[in-house]
């Protein structure tokens, strides 16, 4: 893709397909998942029939050869209808299947990816803890090595994926030992299944209501040591890599329901009459219309230069931080002007743009916070690279957590 921003003409047929797919499968439906809270199971299995799940993976693992990009249009167009089945979609082809693809040894690729890839089962990526968010270095849970398994003990927390009936297992990361005074984190394979690896029920969140998203809980959970992913102590890099791509997906989600915004917001004020004229006439409601559009499609560019680097294999981590942010936040903007220009309307649940307020919000906060993303973007400005934990370490402590007398 070059600086005319032309899309290719396979990226183009993807995209037009995830759209019809969108506005004729999966839109007629949202509202209804949504309220029932339901995980939609039928709409999942035709995304995997369409080959959605595999589309930035080669097909020598199950997947369809599509690059990045094409990947990010299609979860747009599918985010732009759901974003509970955007984030099932994401979960599973950028926090789920990417470290078994990055960092797996042939065996692991073989095992899992084709099944995945198909759709047909779902893997998680068991990240935050209770304690370990942001501050994902901070992770408590613990896998010992007795003889040829791990012993897992621990808690993750807000984990998609691993709960519904085709779900598989979870990739967790867990503290396998300690070097230089630091925990060395480490990235494991857990199936579904496994006595002492547990799932709670589902939480009750603010959105994303067709989603699955609940605690996991391992209990002297026993697991063979050839279920390490890459290298023992690896971990820490391995999910910064993959969050990496991930934000850069998020962003794509967030477009799409950005663009849900807008289209609800066209379609409304070229109906709705006030003082004997359409909404769309007054040149207040004009002035938003054009303020969405122009952040929304700023957002947009941001996530096809930062896709495009991953594509290319270019460092990305600046850009994907800043498609994150921007995205997240253009999002919100714009799910709070819906309403406010849908009015009393806005407010009803009989409109999707109520539906979209409620989603909107935990994108900035998943895969890394908006506060996050702006240490990321300034780490690298500052020469820190690209290590949040860097310039969190460069300001002192204040002196309640230093010590009786120390000042900063």
Not at 62 to 82: F, H, M, P, Q
Not at 189 to 199: A, H, I
Not at 205 to 233: I, Q
Not at 351 to 362: F, G, M, S, T
Request: hydrophobic share 40%; with cysteine; proline share 4%.
């Amino acid at each position: 893709m070059g600086l005319n921003f032309e899309l290719t003409e396979e990226q183009a047929a993807i995209r037009q397909t995830a759209r019809e797919f969108a506005d004729e499968v999966v839109a007629p439906r949202a509202a209804e998942f949504d309220r029932e809270s339901q995980f939609p199971y039928p709409i999942v299995a035709q995304m995997g029939e369409l080959g959605l799940f595999g589309l930035p993976y080669p097909e020598a693992v199950g997947g369809a050869g599509a690059d990045l990009i094409s990947y990010l249009l299609a979860l747009e167009e599918v985010s732009r209808a759901d974003a509970s089945l955007g984030i099932t979609l994401e979960a599973a082809v950028s926090l789920g299947m990417a470290p078994i693809f990055e960092f797996g040894t042939a065996e692991q690729r073989e095992r899992y990816l084709p099944e995945l890839c198909a759709g047909r089962a779902l893997w998680a990526f068991g990240l935050s803890e209770p304690e370990a968010g942001s501050d994902a270095g901070g992770t408590r849970t613990r896998a010992a090595a007795q003889g040829s398994d791990f012993v897992v003990d621990g808690t993750k927390c807000f984990i998609t994926n691993a709960g519904t009936e085709i779900s598989r297992g979870v990739t967790i990361t867990a503290v396998t030992g300690s070097q230089g005074g630091r925990n060395q984190i480490s990235a494991i394979l857990v199936e579904r299944g496994t006595p002492g690896y547990t799932q709670a029920p589902p939480y009750r969140k603010l959105g994303w209501h067709a989603s699955d998203t609940r605690e996991l809980s391992f209990n002297s959970c026993r697991v063979p040591r050839a279920n390490l992913l890459g290298r023992e102590g690896g971990g820490f890099s391995q999910f910064l890599k993959i969050l990496e791509a991930g934000r850069v997906a998020i962003a794509a989600l967030s477009v799409g329901v950005a663009q849900a915004c807008l289209d609800a917001c066209l379609g409304y004020t070229q109906q709705r009459r006030q003082f004997g004229r359409t909404l769309s006439r007054f040149q207040a409601t004009q002035m938003k219309l054009a303020d969405m559009v122009t952040q929304i499609e700023l957002a947009r560019l941001m996530v096809w230069k930062a896709g495009t680097l991953l594509d290319q294999g270019k460092p990305a981590g600046r850009f994907a931080a800043m498609a994150k942010l921007q995205a997240s936040e253009t999002a919100t903007w714009c799910a709070n002007q819906a309403v406010q220009i849908h009015g009393g309307a806005g407010f009803m649940e009989d409109l999707p743009v109520a539906r979209y307020y409620r989603d909107v919000k935990v994108n900035e906060i998943g895969e890394g916070t908006s506060e996050v993303q702006r240490l990321v973007i300034a780490s690298h400005l500052l020469g820190f690279s690209g290590s949040v934990t860097k310039l969190i370490d460069s300001v002192p402590e204040p002196s309640d957590r230093r010590g009786p007398g120390r000042t900063i």
